[in-house]
């Protein structure tokens, strides 16, 4: 990848540092631009492993949450301990492949709908996140050397890099202070991302434009039905006694 990767990434995590809302920062983080430009920059062939890939990057958020507010380890060994994580199922998923796209998708469907009935049940703080301290050029530059090092590191991974959290081992440390709430956003959100890889692992033996097309298309789709979902869920909420 490249250095517009670096910069888009770093344009991410900046993007993101300046919403004080978990939720959509949960939201902007689902985006998959990062997987774009891979997909762009590749020609890696997309399979229920990229399927297994999200859920991968779902666990790398957890283990850098419980790490560092259940543990107390330092942020940076937290997201280095997320990293490793991602690394070895990565490598696990991988040496299994090809996945099959129809039973993989079912099966993580079905768990996207099994983890968020449980965390819809536990109450949980939607409160604003908490601000960073740090100085705007120290955090810009922060992102940028985070993202050329978390782009190298991701080149090792073939083609569970298509789904690598470029920009979150940088998300991780801004959203430290928020970070179970963010898990559970992000578990949430994160169906959307599903929605694209699926997409474009039907229509990839078209063209790579066309199936990206059509991948951002049904995230899109599905990205607007997790809102009226999560709406709806709002308004019988507030007609409960």
Same mark, same amino acid.
């Given at each position: 990848?490249?250095?517009?990767?670096?910069?888009?990434?770093?344009?991410?995590?900046?993007?993101?540092?300046?919403?004080?809302?978990? %939720?959509?920062?949960?939201?902007?983080?689902?985006?998959?631009?990062?997987?774009?430009?891979?997909?762009?920059?590749?020609?890696?062939?997309?399979?229920?492993? =990229?399927?297994?890939?999200?859920?991968?990057?779902?666990?790398?958020?957890?283990?850098?949450?419980?790490?560092?507010?259940?543990?107390?380890?330092?942020?940076?060994?937290?997201?280095?301990?997320?990293?490793?994580?991602?690394?070895?199922?990565?490598?696990?998923?991988?040496?299994?492949?090809?996945?099959?796209?129809?039973?993989?998708?079912?099966?993580?469907?079905?768990?996207?709908?099994?983890?968020?009935?449980?965390?819809?049940?536990?109450?949980?703080?939607?409160?604003?996140?908490?601000?960073?301290?740090?100085?705007?050029?120290?955090?810009?530059?922060?992102?940028?050397?985070?993202?050329?090092?978390?782009?190298?590191?991701?080149?090792?991974?073939?083609?569970?890099?298509?789904?690598?959290?470029?920009?979150?081992?940088?998300?991780?440390?801004?959203?430290?202070?928020?970070?179970? =709430?963010?898990? %559970?956003?992000?578990a949430y959100s994160c169906l959307g991302m599903i929605a694209f890889v699926a997409t474009f692992a039907v229509? =990839?033996?078209?063209?790579? $434009? $066309?199936?990206?097309?059509?991948?951002?298309?049904?995230?899109?789709?599905?990205?607007?039905?997790?809102?009226?979902?999560?709406?709806a869920g709002a308004r019988v909420a507030r007609r409960r006694p």
């Amino acid at each position: 990848m490249t250095l517009v990767s670096c910069l888009v990434v770093t344009l991410i995590v900046w993007t993101i540092s300046l919403i004080r809302s978990v %939720r959509l920062r949960a939201v902007v983080y689902s985006l998959p631009i990062p997987m774009t430009l891979v997909l762009l920059a590749a020609p890696t062939v997309v399979d229920g492993a =990229q399927l297994l890939g999200v859920v991968a990057l779902n666990l790398f958020f957890v283990v850098v949450a419980v790490a560092h507010h259940r543990f107390g380890w330092p942020i940076l060994v937290a997201d280095a301990a997320g990293v490793a994580t991602y690394v070895v199922l990565g490598a696990s998923i991988a040496a299994v492949a090809p996945w099959p796209l129809a039973p993989t998708l079912t099966a993580v469907v079905l768990g996207w709908i099994a983890a968020n009935a449980v965390l819809a049940r536990r109450p949980g703080d939607d409160g604003p996140a908490r601000p960073d301290p740090r100085p705007a050029a120290v955090k810009l530059a922060i992102a940028f050397g985070g993202s050329v090092l978390t782009i190298a590191l991701g080149g090792v991974l073939h083609g569970l890099v298509v789904t690598f959290p470029y920009a979150g081992v940088l998300v991780a440390v801004e959203s430290r202070a928020d970070l179970p =709430q963010f898990c %559970r956003h992000f578990a949430y959100s994160c169906l959307g991302m599903i929605a694209f890889v699926a997409t474009f692992a039907v229509a =990839q033996t078209s063209s790579r $434009a $066309a199936a990206l097309a059509l991948a951002w298309a049904a995230y899109a789709v599905c990205a607007g039905l997790l809102l009226v979902l999560r709406a709806a869920g709002a308004r019988v909420a507030r007609r409960r006694p």
